[in-house]
């Protein structure tokens, strides 16, 4: 009797194309994946998703303009079944659990070893969640306190994306250029955040952080 073997087709979100080509590289020789589709931005990765099935999608966390964790949002709300795989140059200290409470299957850094790529991939795409054992016991140390929400997570998405970034002392130019936002804007989001977590300045925002463990 023939087996037909089924392919896991997966859909790369990042805006580096040399990102998008090394895990092409990495995923095209697995006999059970083939890499359908790819995206350099949120308004992209959203068209293709309405417009063609995947069993996973690749997602990078920090894209421009609409930011990852958006984009995970509305595939969750458009597809909820459809398993998303968070990619990330961020400690999985600051955003795992984030992204996991809103619906993605798994978490991973961008440093991991290409094998273990591989088996978050085969893992979303059978309908199971694939999490580190650092990660695995972060979220049981989160439910113990489930009661009690600490001051960062009360912010929004891009409030904590943003928190990050100045905590990890980059600039508001740079900080506006990464996002595709105006200065302004960043200054904004940098008065809600201090007014929502009641802070006074940059330096308490940072030592917050670091007391938290959101940067490194």
Do not use: W
């Not at 943003?162 to 008065?191: F, H, N, Q």
Request: net charge negative; with cysteine.
């Amino acid at each position: 009797m023939l087996l037909l073997m089924v392919m896991i087709e997966i859909l790369i979100v990042d805006d580096h194309a040399v990102v998008r080509t090394g895990l092409k590289q990495i995923l095209s020789e697995i006999t059970d994946m083939i890499i359908t589709d790819e995206a350099c931005d949120a308004r992209e990765a959203l068209d293709k998703i309405r417009t063609n099935d995947y069993s996973v999608v690749v997602l990078d966390i920090a894209l421009p303009g609409k930011s990852g964790l958006d984009v995970l949002k509305e595939i969750k709300s458009e597809r909820p079944g459809l398993p998303v795989l968070i990619l990330s140059m961020y400690p999985e200290d600051q955003y795992a659990i984030r992204v996991l409470k809103s619906g993605a299957s798994g978490y991973m850094t961008k440093e991991s070893a290409p094998e273990e790529l591989v088996k978050a991939v085969r893992t979303v795409a059978h309908g199971n969640k694939y999490i580190s054992p650092s990660v695995a016991e972060k979220l049981a140390s989160h439910l113990d306190f489930a009661g009690k929400k600490e001051l960062h997570e009360l912010l929004s998405d891009r409030e904590y994306q943003v928190l990050c970034m100045i905590a990890s002392g980059k600039p508001p130019g740079e900080i506006a250029e990464t996002l595709s936002l105006s200065v302004k804007t960043i200054s904004t989001y940098r008065s809600r955040i201090l007014e929502k977590m009641n802070l006074n300045n940059n330096a308490e925002l940072t030592t917050y952080a670091i007391q938290k463990r959101l940067i490194n």
